[in-house]
């Protein structure tokens, strides 16, 4: 059996689909460790998971720095920014826990999110073969769409960082040589994807929702998801009430999640919760609305809804495009946003047979992909042929 490190953002949206690899892994026999931040994995991680933790005041000081970004330059960050201002601090902050991990947990290899740097670097640094966890295929749909200055720019974020690090440049770090793990499917990625990569579908099997959330209130006829996701904190208010707005008195429900609102704010057919058993929510749900983050349009495709995006920075609009492309939605503009549109958009999606079938196409891929279970099965593969 085979040790395997595995190496996370501190994001919900990135530490659900890791572990439910990492508990198919751990099904098959081998050993599991992280490199995380442990406030971040507290409640999506078990108590049992072996840790190698991050400071949590230079994790912070990431964010910090990013959000500082965003409110000089007045604008969400885009996806350089995020490199420059977010990924590239993080991967700095992180590559003295992952030393440490390699050198205490000796892994067999080394599980990357696409966007944490560091653990590349270190699985180079000692030979170690390493695969990467593509959470959101957003750099890879920029290779298929031909963008050669972002790519220049990314490559030469990845390069500074390899020579901080005394290595030189090879290859990018987000895109393992070995192996890479796709959280999707050519439904609806329609791309191109190197041999080494494997798409799986949505890794959400094994999750475990411990959120309170009052199923009872759910009534018959249409019931709508919203939500803009946990990184958007900063224009979600706005938001909430345009939702609220838009809504009144319809004849659709909707659970509004990550909102905070008096009750007396409350229209009789809204739900308002600030964090909600997602995937439990979704099953009950007939659309999602959302910010286009790839995690919140799979799981809500994983059945068969279909949605309304309003992407609002960093990979959303790609994301957003595949949604369009996919037949499975339709797009909004954020910053136009207003609550008549939202509200048509979201009855269009509704009375449209169309999206809903576009929406079951794409379900039954992710349902034949395997998913956690053969995410893991191709990791076993890869530290066998190493071994």
């Given at each position: 059996m085979a040790r395997f490190l595995f190496v996370v953002p501190p994001?919900?949206?990135?530490?659900?689909?890791?572990?439910?690899?990492?508990?198919?892994?751990?099904?098959?026999?081998h050993e599991v460790a992280w490199v995380v931040q442990a406030r971040a994995a507290w409640g999506i991680l078990p108590a049992s998971a072996k840790l190698f933790t991050l400071d949590d005041a230079a994790v912070d000081g990431c964010f910090a720095m990013l959000a500082k970004r965003e409110q000089e330059t007045g604008v969400a960050a885009d996806n350089e920014s995020y490199w420059e201002h977010f990924f590239l601090p993080l991967a700095r902050v992180m590559v003295p826990a992952i030393e440490a991990a390699v050198a205490a947990f000796a892994p067999d290899v080394l599980l990357v999110d696409q966007q944490t740097l560091g653990g590349a670097?270190?699985?180079?640094?000692?030979?170690?073969?390493?695969?990467?966890?593509?959470?959101?295929?957003?750099?890879?749909?920029?290779?298929?769409?031909?963008?050669?200055?972002?790519?220049?720019?990314?490559?030469?974020?990845?390069?500074?960082?390899?020579?901080?690090?005394?290595?030189?440049h090879t290859t990018d770090l987000d895109v393992s040589p070995h192996l890479c793990i796709v959280l999707s499917t050519r439904e609806l990625a329609r791309q191109w994807f190197a041999p080494q990569m494997r798409l799986v579908g949505p890794a959400i099997a094994a999750r475990v929702?411990?959120?309170?959330?009052?199923?009872?209130?759910?009534r018959e006829g249409p019931r709508v998801f919203i939500s803009l996701g946990t990184m958007n904190g900063d224009v979600s208010g706005p938001f909430h009430d345009l939702?609220?707005?838009?809504?009144?008195?319809?004849?659709?429900?909707?659970?509004?999640?990550?909102?905070?609102?008096?009750?007396?704010?409350?229209?009789?057919?809204?739900?308002?919760?600030?964090?909600?058993?997602?995937?439990?929510?979704?099953?009950?749900?007939d659309a999602a609305v959302c910010h286009a983050g790839h995690n919140t349009v799979c799981e809500s495709l994983w059945f068969g809804l279909p949605l309304v995006v309003v992407p609002v920075k960093a990979d959303?609009?790609?994301?957003?495009?595949?949604?369009?492309?996919?037949?499975?939605?339709?797009?909004?503009?954020?910053?136009?946003?207003?609550?008549?549109?939202?509200?048509?958009?979201?009855?269009?999606?509704?009375?449209?047979?169309?999206?809903?079938?576009?929406?079951?196409?794409?379900?039954?891929?992710?349902?034949?992909?395997?998913?956690?279970?053969?995410?893991?099965?191709?990791?076993?593969?890869?530290?066998?042929?190493?071994?």
């Open positions: 994001m919900a949206g990135h530490l659900f689909p890791s572990s439910s690899i990492a508990h198919a892994l751990e099904g098959l026999g670097v270190v699985a180079r640094r000692h030979g170690l073969r390493w695969a990467t966890l593509v959470t959101t295929p957003q750099e890879l749909l920029r290779a298929s769409m031909n963008m050669p200055e972002s790519d220049e720019t990314r490559s030469g974020y990845f390069a500074l960082l390899e020579r901080e690090m005394g290595l030189p929702e411990s959120t309170p959330f009052p199923f009872e209130a759910l939702v609220l707005e838009a809504f009144a008195g319809d004849e659709i429900q909707v659970v509004l999640a990550g909102a905070e609102r008096p009750a007396s704010q409350v229209p009789p057919n809204v739900i308002v919760r600030p964090f909600v058993p997602q995937l439990g929510v979704l099953a009950r749900m959303q609009p790609f994301i957003a495009q595949q949604v369009v492309d996919a037949g499975v939605g339709v797009r909004l503009d954020f910053l136009r946003l207003k609550a008549g549109e939202l509200r048509e958009a979201v009855h269009r999606v509704l009375a449209e047979p169309s999206y809903r079938a576009a929406a079951a196409r794409v379900q039954r891929s992710f349902q034949e992909a395997g998913g956690s279970q053969h995410a893991a099965e191709h990791l076993a593969e890869l530290a066998q042929a190493g071994g």
